[in-house]
């Protein structure tokens, strides 16, 4: 716990800002229509890390103390991590996967003249 009345402050004001995020993320993912869809995937990633930096704030603000949840907020952050790392890399082969492309045809030429170029 620290002794510092500013530091205090922001930390209370940064752990305000933390549930914040946490209820809009958990908003946006339970609005998700679909598991696979990037809104839910980036919410859940994102609630992760708000998770991951709960116990840390709480542990400054002297709410939580710190035998044994010393590296709680580090395995939550690894696991968002790594879960971030497997949606990026997902979202990038799916997006550099080669579509085959609908055959080529003609082009087709206009069939009368403009008429701008009237007289």
């Not at 209370?12 to 946490?22: K, P, R």
């Not at 116990?55 to 952050?77: K, R, S, V």
């Amino acid at each position: 716990m620290t002794s510092d009345p500013v530091v205090s402050i922001f930390e209370s004001l940064d752990l305000v800002l933390i549930l914040l995020a946490f209820a809009v993320f958990a908003r946006l993912a339970i609005k998700g229509k679909n598991i696979g869809g990037f809104r839910f995937q980036l919410s859940i990633f994102l609630l992760i890390w708000v998770v991951s930096e709960i116990p840390h704030i709480a542990e400054t603000l002297g709410f939580l103390a710190t035998a044994g949840y010393e590296d709680t907020g580090l395995y939550l952050h690894a696991t968002s991590m790594a879960l971030f790392a497997l949606f990026v890399g997902w979202r990038s082969l799916k997006f550099l996967t080669f579509k085959q492309l609908p055959p080529i045809t003609g082009a087709s030429l206009p069939t009368t003249r403009p008429k701008v170029l009237d007289p």
